[in-house]
């Protein structure tokens, strides 16, 4: 059964400072890791999403890596804003099966 | 254009009445999703439909009931609601299934008092 963890439950940086978010999952033999971002009282929008045979994707100041032999996946935010303050989710799928297994989460706060 | 719509946004209601929440999604996806959201804003997969067939059917009371008219519709007919089962309820839908990145719809806020 695949169990994910993010930690820390909850990050608060100054604006402009880099950063980095962990997720932990129990099961390597995922088919692919995502990433969301929450904004209170809003559905979820998808940030990255990685393959089991890839290794990172990035988008604009975000970067994902995937490690699944040590079950870790992170995302980096560059130059972080305000504007990025949210809840960031992590899903993993349950080995045969593409159900997300979710983390609870990490609540960002950048402050300016 | 919204890509995965979900009506109503707020639903608020006495225990012991029936009720439902319609999804829909205009991306042309084959696959779609429930999920809820409990007070402490866990997120778990409730149900999974592919092309109009459920493919994932989560420990879930048979009081809930999804059903699936098309590929871009997937309904969550709820009966006998009962305090617990406030929370928010996402709609989401993929590609297919495996390895396809899946888009939320803005949640449904149940209340039961």
């Known amino acids: 059964k695949q169990e994910v963890t993010q930690i820390p439950a909850a990050l608060s940086v100054p604006e402009g400072e880099n950063l980095v978010l962990n997720c932990s999952f129990t099961?390597?033999?995922?088919?692919?890791l995502q990433w969301f971002r929450q904004d209170p009282g809003k559905g979820l929008t998808s940030l990255l999403l990685i393959q089991s045979s890839q290794r990172e994707q990035t988008s604009g100041r975000l970067n994902a890596s995937l490690d699944k032999s040590s079950g870790r996946s992170t995302l980096y935010i560059a130059a972080s804003q305000p504007g990025d303050s949210a809840t960031y989710l992590c899903?993993?799928?349950?080995?045969?099966?593409?159900?997300?297994?979710f983390g609870k989460g990490t609540k960002l706060t950048v402050n300016p | 254009d919204t890509a995965v719509s979900q009506t109503p946004k707020y639903l608020v209601t006495q225990m012991g009445n029936d009720k439902s929440i319609k999804c829909e999604q205009n991306l042309g996806h084959d696959t779609m999703y429930w999920y809820k959201q409990d007070s402490k804003k866990f997120l778990k997969i409730m149900f999974s439909?592919?092309?109009?067939?459920?493919?994932i059917n989560e420990t879930v009371p048979n009081r809930f009931s999804p059903k699936s008219p098309d590929k871009a519709h997937l309904n969550l007919h709820i009966n006998s609601l009962e305090l617990g089962d406030s929370a928010v309820y996402f709609c989401?839908?993929?590609?297919?299934?495996?390895?396809?990145?899946?888009?939320f719809g803005p949640g449904t806020r149940l209340t039961v008092t």
């Open positions: 439909y592919n092309n109009k067939e459920l493919i």
């Open positions: 099961d390597s033999a995922i088919y692919n």
């Open positions: 899903a993993a799928t349950q080995g045969g099966s593409e159900k997300l297994v």
């Open positions: 989401a839908s993929s590609p297919g299934t495996f390895s396809y990145e899946q888009y």
